[in-house]
């Protein structure tokens, strides 16, 4: 046997010395450094500048990726907790999304108080957005990857399953499941706390996957 040791770059497997070839090579396109820039500037328009201008009660806890639209029109109670990867999307000109204190979002839900028109022979995309207001009062409860339309009222207490759509007003203290949203049931309801675990059971399967 030879005293000799090889040199240490030829106990480097190949494809150890490819990746870090291409990690070099990445860092020298200036194509990375570009889209580095665009991701820069998206988180500022949609997080950081609407969040400025929000109206946000003391103790609100949001995610770092939750895209804020006309922050000007959105209000925020005290103590809410916004989930990751929401959206919260205040009118161009006059829909305003109000939330109340303790409300609680799943990650993934959607909030919007526009909509587009569908006359036919125009583009959906050209056409006029149609702008309602939507208030969700206190303490409710929005499970993962709920969507609440524009015009929308949800009142204190309720519980809205996951998935759900929510098409139309919630009355207080109602537990709501589905698409579109129906209710089908009453907070301390055995029934209907049964229907919000099924609703969230798909999810979680999802998840484990």
Same mark, same amino acid.
């Given at each position: 046997?030879?005293g000799?040791?090889?040199p240490?770059?030829?106990?480097?497997p190949?494809?150890?010395?490819?990746?870090?070839?291409?990690?070099g090579?990445?860092?020298?396109?200036? $194509?990375?450094w570009?889209?580095?820039?665009?991701l820069?500037h @998206?988180?500022?328009y949609?997080? !950081? #500048?609407?969040?400025?201008?929000?109206?946000?009660?003391?103790? &609100?806890?949001?995610?770092?990726?939750?895209?804020?639209?006309?922050g *000007? $029109?959105i209000?925020i109670?005290? @103590?809410?907790?916004?989930?990751?990867?929401?959206?919260?999307?205040?009118?161009d000109?006059?829909?305003?999304? #109000?939330?109340?204190?303790h409300?609680l979002?799943?990650?993934?839900?959607?909030? +919007?108080?526009?909509?587009h028109? +569908? *006359?036919?022979? +125009?583009p !959906?995309?050209?056409?006029?957005?149609?702008?309602r207001?939507?208030?969700?009062? /206190?303490? &409710?409860?929005? %499970?993962?990857?709920?969507?609440?339309?524009? %015009? !929308?009222?949800?009142? /204190?207490?309720?519980?809205?399953?996951a998935?759900?759509?929510? #098409?139309?007003?919630?009355p207080?203290?109602?537990?709501?499941?589905?698409?579109?949203?129906? !209710? &089908?049931?009453?907070?301390? =309801?055995?029934?209907? =706390?049964? *229907?919000?675990?099924?609703? /969230?059971?798909?999810?979680?399967?999802?998840?484990?996957?």
């Open positions: 046997m030879s000799v040791s090889e240490h770059s030829a106990r480097v190949p494809r150890k010395r490819h990746r870090a070839l291409g990690f090579v990445s860092q020298l396109d200036p $194509r990375a570009f889209q580095l820039l665009r820069a @998206y988180y500022n949609s997080h !950081v #500048t609407p969040r400025r201008l929000a109206d946000i009660g003391p103790g &609100v806890r949001m995610a770092p990726n939750v895209s804020l639209a006309n *000007e $029109r209000k109670g005290a @103590y809410s907790h916004i989930g990751a990867r929401c959206s919260i999307w205040a009118g000109s006059v829909g305003r999304i #109000t939330l109340g204190r409300a979002l799943g990650p993934e839900v959607f909030i +919007t108080a526009s909509n028109q +569908t *006359e036919p022979g +125009t !959906v995309m050209d056409q006029p957005k149609v702008e207001d939507v208030v969700i009062g /206190d303490d &409710v409860w929005l %499970g993962a990857r709920v969507m609440v339309v524009a %015009g !929308v009222e949800i009142g /204190d207490g309720c519980i809205i399953g998935s759900s759509v929510v #098409t139309r007003s919630i207080a203290g109602s537990i709501a499941v589905g698409n579109p949203a129906r !209710v &089908v049931g009453h907070r301390g =309801d055995p029934k209907a =706390d049964a *229907e919000v675990r099924r609703a /969230d059971a798909p999810l979680g399967a999802s998840r484990a996957m």
